[in-house]
């Protein structure tokens, strides 16, 4: 007869003595057996932790929201530490009333509630030439999705008046480096909110704490954090970050720049390095769609490398300018695999491979490689980050 399991037969510890009681965490934290779900950065990526990145441990998470904790961080210049009843907005330039906002200015306005990816355009950008990291948590992991509760900034616009020549906004943060970006005056008038609220909670530090711009479906720089000004004007400001950076260096020297849209991209999060398989029989091949330009339609799961490419089973919400979710329900008999997923989004356009990104794009970019990603499971279940010819 076959040993009884004693995590069956004997009572255990969490049977056996009362647990803690109420307000032993005023605000919850996840349980000690998940300390291994964190954000992570790659050291060898920057200098100093105050500009930096980490990156969301996409494996690890499922459905669709990102808890606020776990979203990934880009810092210029380390995380304000604002208090909210010092925090101003000011709106000034080619407006005909200058305004100057606090944040109960800000709570007595309407709001609204959406649900956004943020993607970073340098996400996947260190995999342009080749497979490089060793897990979609830092091949992908520059995105996030939250649900926001905002006041449109079309609200505040018209609070203080547009000029007829008004065309272009800057908006700045109030973090140490002070980051500005340039946006046009109709995206601003379209569905971009200034946001107090993540989650249902306040903005963490880390996201900006306590407002920042909401940009929908267009590259995470535009995003600005602690937000404090935007300043009215006819042309965009050249900022740093809009000229030296988040600008696609092209084969021929040109540049590509002002690329605000970010494209339909999608990568499988599990299996992926960081999760390998575990089991033959049944398993879940689980992923995540997304498009700044629409929704997702569908999504097409090969396991094969590209031989056979099967439907995946998107569920959950598909919403505008959202991650997605997808599922492949598959059996796995030890056979090695080469898995690859590609979304297709509201417009028609289909996600590329990175070769023919290439083609078009050349190898100096760093931003906006949205290319099909490829996972080669051994037979022992070890999952790598690879490119198929
Ligand atoms: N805003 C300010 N004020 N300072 C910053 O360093 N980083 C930008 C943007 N907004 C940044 C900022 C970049 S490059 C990205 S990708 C997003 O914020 C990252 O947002 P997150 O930290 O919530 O992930
Ligand atoms: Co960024």
Known sequence: APKPDPLITDVQDWNRYLGEGVDKRPYGTPSRFEKHVVRRDV????A??????NFTPLHELDG???PSGLCFERHHGGIADIDPASHRLMIHGLVD???????EDIKRMPRENRVHFLECAANSGMEWRGAQLNGCQFTHGM??????????????LAEAGLKPNAKWLMLEGADASGMNRSLPVEKALDDVLIAFAMNGEALRPEQGYPLRAVIPGWEGNLWVKWLRRIEVGDMPWQAREETSKYTDLLADGRSRRFTFFMDAKSVVTNPSPQAPLKHKGSNVLSGLAWSGRGTIKRVDVTLDGGRNWQHARIDGPVLEKSLTRFYVDFDWNGQPLLIQSRAMDSTGYVQPTKEELRKIRGTNSIYHNNGIQTWHVKANGE???VEIG
Request: aromatic share 8%; no cysteine.
């Open 43 to 46: 050291s060898w990526l920057t």
């Open 48 to 53: 100093s932790p105050e500009s930096s990145v």
């Open 64 to 66: 669709i929201i990102t």
């Open 97 to 103: 009333k200058p305004l100057v906002f606090t944040m």
């Open 143 to 156: 995105v996030h999705n939250v649900m926001y509760t905002g006041v449109p900034l079309r609200v505040l």
């Open 383 to 385: 999952t790598e980050n």
